[in-house]
């Protein structure tokens, strides 16, 4: 069985912030495709809306399979755009165990570019 933390999952909120999140996962079979899967949130859990099988995956901006989020306008640190979109999570998170966990990466990110 393949190593599920090879897996990718895409959280995103459509409508530019006023739909139900969905999320989208990439993870990684022992025949060398991927599973892929949609899903979206109905308020209590992630709810299937489709899975298909892919022989070839490839992710623009990846670094050795992990995703890179990059700013546009040059900021100053590989991790700005990472912050942004973290903060802006944090403060539209409503539910408890949300904020906890966004706190948590944020804080994870300070330790990174401080170099711990």
């Known amino acids: 069985m ?3 933390s090879d897996g990718l999952t895409i959280r ?3 409508n530019a912030g006023r739909g139900d999140p969905e999320r989208i996962r990439l993870e990684p079979r ?3 495709k991927a599973d892929y899967y949609e899903d979206a949130w109905n ?3 992630w709810l299937p809306r489709g899975h298909d099988v892919v022989a070839d995956l490839e992710i623009e901006g990846a670094v050795d399979g992990a995703a890179v989020l990059a700013r546009p306008d040059g900021g100053e640190s590989a991790t ?3 912050r ?3 903060e802006a999570a944090f403060a539209r998170a409503v539910e408890p165990g949300v904020r906890e966990e966004l706190r948590e990466a944020l804080q994870l990110l ?3 570019e401080a170099g711990l």
């Open 110 to 112: 300070d330790a990174v």
């Open 84 to 86: 942004e979109h973290l």
């Open 80 to 82: 700005d755009a990472l």
């Open 2 to 4: 393949p190593d599920r």
């Open 12 to 14: 995103f909120r459509p």
């Open 43 to 45: 308020g209590c859990k």
């Open 30 to 32: 022992t025949d060398g």
